[in-house]
Structures are given as C-alpha cells and as structure tokens.
C-alpha cells in the first residue's frame, strides 16, 4: 500500500524553514491568484502546456501534483506565485518552499517525458502592477532526481508512520463496540441513518430530541464508516464552545481501551490561543514565531501520539517553544477527528475546507445544533462599513493614499444625500461607491506592501472589513442585499453604515456542503426541513426525524388563549402574564424561566411582579452579562431551589444549557420568538419571496417557532425529569404553529 501525497504537502513537510512571519501583507486573494495564473498563462505562446498532471513513486510513496505551465519552445517548466509589492521583502524561506516544489514538478515532468534536462522558472507575478519577474535555473534529470529521492526519504519515515497509524485506526474501528451496554431510546435509529448516509453520498438533515446521546449517536457510526467507507478524517463542528467539550468526552467514550486508535485534535480561536498577544506574528517580535518551522518536526512527532485538547496542544508546544495556535493548524493535516467551530470549515477562508481541497480527502461532517448554521453563515457572507471609522482614518491616512479615501468619502455622502429616511435597500451596490471603495483598497495595497508596518490598528481593520466587502461585492446576486443605515454619531452628526448582507447562504456554502461523503446536519430543531435544505443549499439531502425518549406525560404543555404579547398588547399583557406565572408557582413550588422577546419586556413583567410582594425569588438576565454573571444566574437554580429566571428568549439561556431533574421544573415563554419587524428583516422577507416564496415563514415564523422550541426543551432533559410549560400567546393555538411542535407534545 502506497501512501499517496501532494507536492505542495510533501515540500510543506520537508523544505519549511525558519520563522513563522504572519506580520500584516496584502496578500493577493485566491481569486486574485486565480486571475494571475491565467493571466500569466495567456502570455503565452502557442503550444504552451498548462496545468499537467504529475505523478511519481518512491518506495512506499506516491507523490502527485499539477504544475502551472511547461513551454516546449523554451524547453521551460514553470511554477507561478502571485504576491503584492516589493519582491525583495519576501522571506527568504519562501523562496525556498517555492523552489522545492518547482524541482519536485521538474523531476516529475523529466520522468515522464524522458528529458535530460530542464530550465526550471519561478515565476512572480504582481498582481498589482501585472508584472512578472522570472527566476531561472537549469538543472539536470540527476540532479533533480537526487533533489526528488532526498526530499521523499525526509518523509518517507512518517509516511510510513502514517500508514501504519491509519491501518491500525482502521481495524480497531471496524472492530469498535458500542460504548454502552444498549442504545438509548431513538440512538440507534440516529446512529444507523448516519451510516446509511455514508454509504449513500447524501447529506442527512436529522432532527433528534435531547437526552438520546446525539454527540455519541453520530460519531460512533462515522468512526465506524472511517473504516468500512474509507473515510480519511472526520469533522465535528460546533456553533459555541461547550459544544466542543461535550464532542471531546464522546470521543474518550467511544475509545475506550484505545485510546490511541484516533488522533483527536480540538481547534480553537487564535486569539483563546495566542500566548503573546501583545506581539506580532514573526520571528523578530514573538520568540513562539522565530525558528518555528526548525523546532516544529519534534513538536509536531510529540504531539501526534498525545491528547489533541487544548491544553495537550499547548503544553507541548510550549516545551518545544513554538506558538501552540500555528501547531494545531499543522496537526490539522495529521488527526484523525477535528473537533471545530463552524468557522473552520464554512468560512470563506477555512482552513479545514482549504486541506481538504488540496489533499482531495475524503470526509465525513458532522454539524452539531445545526439550526444555528443559518445565522452563522449568513454572518459569514456579510459585510459592514461604518461611516465613522472611515472618517477616523481618512484624517490619519497618509498623504499617498488621502486622495482615494477622499473618493469614497464623497461616493459615501453622495448615498446618504440620495436617501431621504434612515434605511434604503438597493438592488446592487451602486457603481460609484463600489468602483470608489476598488481604488482605495488598490491603493492601500500598494502602500502596505512597501511598508508593511505603515497601518496602525484602526487603520487595518478599516482594511480588512474594506476587503471583506469587496470580495462580497464580487459575488453579489439575488441572493444578498446591500443596504444603508442612517444614524447620528455622538456628537449629533448624521452617519450611516453601509451592508452587504447575506440572505440566503446556499450559494456560498453549495461546494462545502457537497464535497463531503457523508454529510450530516442534527440538532434537536430542524422543522420545517425543507426550511434549512432550501436556504443552506442541501443537494437532494435524506430527512430523520428521530423518535423522542420522552413521553407525553412527562411534560404539560398549556396555551394562554388569552394572552396577546404582540407589541400593541405588551403593556396590558403583563398583569395576566404575572397571574398566571403566580398561579403555577404555588400550584407547583420550584425553578423556572420565563423567556421575553426583549430586556424592555423582561423589564416590564419583572417589575408588575416584584409590586405584587408574592415573595418568590427572582432573578433576571442582564444584557452584556460577563461569563461569571451567566454562572452566578445559573448557579441559582439549584436542586430543590424555588424561584423563576427572567430571560431574553434567544439569548445566552434559551440553548446550550443543562438543568436536569427538580434544577429546572418549568418554562414560561411568553413571545412567539419572531424577529424584530424592521426595515431590515422586511427587505429581507421580499428578497426570500422573490427566491422562494413565503418570505414571511422563512425570515420571521421558522426562525422563531425553533427558538421557542429550543427554550422549552430546557425542561425535559432525562426520561425521568417531569415539568411544565406555558406557552403565552394566543397564536400557539392556530394550527399552522402547532404543526411545529414537536410531535412528542401534548398540547
């Protein structure tokens, strides 16, 4: 059996050296050097070769790899890298990745071809000024042979470690026992449409109740697959990071006596990460940054046998003296389970879909409280420009690059003088912001690049959001909304933020979600499922949902027919909503939540109790709460506690919280969780209309109906918890809201 790499990985591996240097560079965008391949390719004569695929063995390997271009006239092979500014500043142990690769493709091309010889060019293309530089260097077939061998021998030992981990991985799997004596009550019916799904190349939408071990009941079936489907990695994404830790005890659990069958690597954010955040990213400012690459190899041998959590990751890292963020990014191409925030694989720059990409890998996903991936992504695809930042910068700019900031800044007031009230959506970004915002960024680039210290903070996050809505602004379609927000700064002067807002993120996440072969989206709301397969882009996906643990008996579910929390209703609404939260309470003494659609409301009902004097103990949310303020709140429902909570539904206590038995014995939820009537949330509505129809489902009932559900679901969390809950709105008895219950129910 071969062990099968890329050029670009087995170089990465062998010929990286030096320092880490991540100090700020205009680095040009992938589309960017998309467009430079090309272009440098199109300068070419006839009978110019373009992207040949390359192949080779040694001993136990199999390298492959495309290079750019070969030209027979000048019997010349080709490597292109894109880049901005000075070439002269490059590092130098760029240059040589680069050359590695390009000798690697030439021995490649010279086994093939039977060549003797070969001219081997790199060529740097400026993006920025279309300009080429070329270095060229003519090597023998020996030579780059002896380059070639060299290179695969520096991996041919991990390679070779690789395949004995992954043939050792691959039988304890397919061998791995279930955990647990039994399957909980609707796991197993979970766990077998998780393998159907690896088999099938669908992705699966599953909707499956809290309380029947979801985390288990999907890994335990991919890991399986690893095995059977040939699955080269698994990736568990979470929308928050209790989430992480709850995917890292399943896999302990799932190991068992092996826990060194699976390479399990938990990422986390840079800067939770960052152990000198006072410090730029090169090797002449963090001392984790200089000679990375030099002390990486032992680090990198240390941790691949050792617990990938993070404190694993940075205790090791540490030893060795290199940045323990940068080390779990190179490990990310070694584990077996990736344990991510959505980010690492759905953002437009995530490194996880980017390896995958380049090494052609075969995965599964799983995405953990998918209901969350539609807000996350659409936040992932948008854009915001504030007025007042580029005024800030705009009088600090310097003089090179004044004139441009100018330019936006009067394509700016030209907008806010053409809109008469404070919100204005439009149907494009109009062409004098858009084509004045493009010269700036240019000339911001071209700056930076010669100076790469020049930007003070404000000014580079200026620069980034700039690119961000650039890059959105290229792909604009029906499918985004570019809006205007008028406001007034704190000096009473009118300013506005300009949006490119995501409406819908199916066109952005369509290759992510397709990719994979086995895809798997679970959480315990996913109704309608038409719902999250129309909007995220799902391609034919299969639909479970998951029979509930719980009986109705367990949980009594009311409807105030007699309450109206619309916001014309609010104020006469708090008196009855009081009553009847008094009512239940000393009916039935214990802890409970009370969910608003807004601190103003929370404000409202708190303070008509608190007048009534009834004695419960109460104790509000706050908005802003710091981490120990979210413990201390919970802290209060204890065993055998008694009083309500007041919270925002939606908010840090409407998910992701665990109170089990007599913690938590009720649930008041007194709003439809429906979303801000606004200009915004309108505009968008017409804009879903416009795609699909039913524009006030998909932007306002969907989205709420699944927050009160998730609310209410803090109640039941074992098959032996009992509690209440009222549902405080009139509308929960019309019909159509009632067919998005959970089934289980018993209204």
Not at 30 to 45: F, W
Not at 648 to 656: D, P, T
Request: glycine share 6%; net charge neutral.
């Amino acid at each position: 059996m071969s062990y099968v790499v890329a050029v670009r990985e087995l170089c990465a591996f062998t010929a990286k050296q030096g320092d880490l240097d991540l100090r700020f560079s205009p680095s040009p965008t992938a589309l960017e050097g998309i467009i430079g391949h090309q272009t440098v390719q199109s300068r070419r004569p006839a009978g110019y070769e373009a992207e040949i695929s390359l192949s080779g063995e040694y001993e136990d390997l199999r390298v492959r790899g495309r290079a750019d271009g070969y030209d027979p006239a000048k019997h010349q092979l080709e490597e292109i890298k894109t880049f901005r500014g000075d070439l002269d500043l490059m590092p130098e142990n760029h240059r040589v990745l680069h050359w590695a690769q390009l000798k690697m493709y030439g021995y490649l091309l010279c086994e093939q071809r039977r060549f003797d010889s070969l001219k081997l060019a790199l060529v740097y293309y400026d993006v920025g000024r279309q300009k080429e530089t070329l270095l060229v260097e003519e090597h023998e077939r020996d030579a780059l042979k002896a380059f070639f061998e060299e290179q695969c021998r520096r991996f041919l030992a991990w390679a070779r470690q690789e395949l004995a981990h992954r043939s050792m991985r691959d039988e304890i799997l397919a061998a791995l026992p279930f955990p647990y004596p039994a399957f909980r009550e609707g796991q197993r019916q979970l766990a077998e449409a998780v393998y159907k799904s690896a088999g099938a190349h669908r992705p699966l939408l599953a909707q499956a109740p809290t309380g029947i071990g979801k985390s288990v009941g999907t890994l335990f079936p991919m890991l399986k697959a690893c095995a059977h489907k040939k699955l080269d990695k698994v990736f568990f994404l979470t929308a928050k990071t209790p989430g992480r830790q709850v995917a890292l005890d399943a896999l302990r659990t799932i190991q068992g006596d092996h826990p060194s069958s699976l390479r399990v690597l938990e990422l986390v954010a840079r800067d939770k990460a960052c152990e000198h955040p006072d410090k730029a990213c090169h090797g002449q400012s963090c001392p984790l940054a200089q000679g990375f690459y030099d002390r990486l190899p032992p680090a990198r041998a240390e941790a691949v046998t050792a617990g990938g959590d993070r404190e694993s990751i940075r205790s090791i890292a540490l030893k060795h003296d290199i940045c323990p963020y940068y080390l779990s990014q190179d490990l990310a191409r070694w584990a077996d389970v990736v344990v991510a925030d959505y980010n690492y694989y759905f953002d437009s720059s995530a490194l996880l879909y980017a390896l995958t990409v380049e090494n052609d890998w075969q995965i599964g996903v799983l995405v953990d409280e998918a209901h969350n991936l539609i807000s996350r992504a659409r936040d992932m695809y948008s854009a915001t420009l504030n007025q007042t930042l580029l005024k800030a910068n705009r009088n600090s700019a310097p003089k090179v690059i004044k004139k441009e900031f100018d330019g936006v800044h009067r394509a700016w007031n030209e907008l806010n003088q053409s809109q008469s009230g404070t919100y204005s959506a439009y149907p494009e970004v109009p062409a004098s912001f858009d084509g004045a915002i493009r010269r700036l960024l240019s000339a911001m680039t071209e700056y930076v690049a010669e100076s790469p210290d020049a930007f003070d903070q404000p000014m580079q996050t200026f620069y980034f959001e700039a690119l961000q809505f650039s890059r959105l602004a290229d792909t604009f379609g029906d499918h985004s909304l570019f809006d205007l927000n008028k406001t007034e700064d704190q000096g009473g002067r009118s300013t506005s933020s300009l949006c490119i807002r995501n409406v819908m993120p199916a066109p952005h996440l369509a290759d992510r979600l397709a990719r994979p072969a086995c895809m798997v989206l679970f959480s315990a709301t996913l109704s309608p499922w038409h719902y999250y397969s129309d909007i995220l882009g799902l391609k034919d996906p299969l639909w479970i949902d998951v029979d509930s643990p719980f009986q109705a008996a367990q949980l009594r579910v009311h409807i105030a027919k007699s309450i109206s929390t619309r916001y014309r209703d609010r104020t006469a609404s708090a008196d009855k909503i009081v009553e009847l939260m008094r009512r239940q309470y000393l009916d039935s003494p214990g802890n409970y939540l009370a969910f608003f659609s807004s601190f103003d409301y929370l404000e409202q009902v708190l303070a008509c109790m608190e007048s009534l004097q009834t004695r419960i103990p109460l104790w509000r949310q706050s908005s802003r709460m710091s981490e120990a303020e979210k413990h201390a709140f919970l802290a209060n429902f204890q065993p055998g506690g008694q009083g309500i909570g007041f919270a925002v539904l939606g908010g840090a206590f409407g998910e992701g919280i665990d109170l089990p038995g007599d913690r938590l014995i009720g649930a008041f939820i007194a709003t439809l969780g429906l979303p801000q009537i606004n200009p915004v949330n309108e505009e968008m509505k017409r804009r879903m209309d416009a795609i699909l129809g039913n524009g006030y489902d998909y932007i306002y009932q969907y989205p709420g109906l699944q927050k009160v559900v998730q609310a209410a679901g803090r109640v039941i969390r074992t098959s032996s918890d009992k509690g209440t809950v009222h549902l405080m709105d009139d509308r929960f008895d019309r019909s159509e809201i009632r067919e998005l219950l959970p089934r289980w129910w018993r209204v």
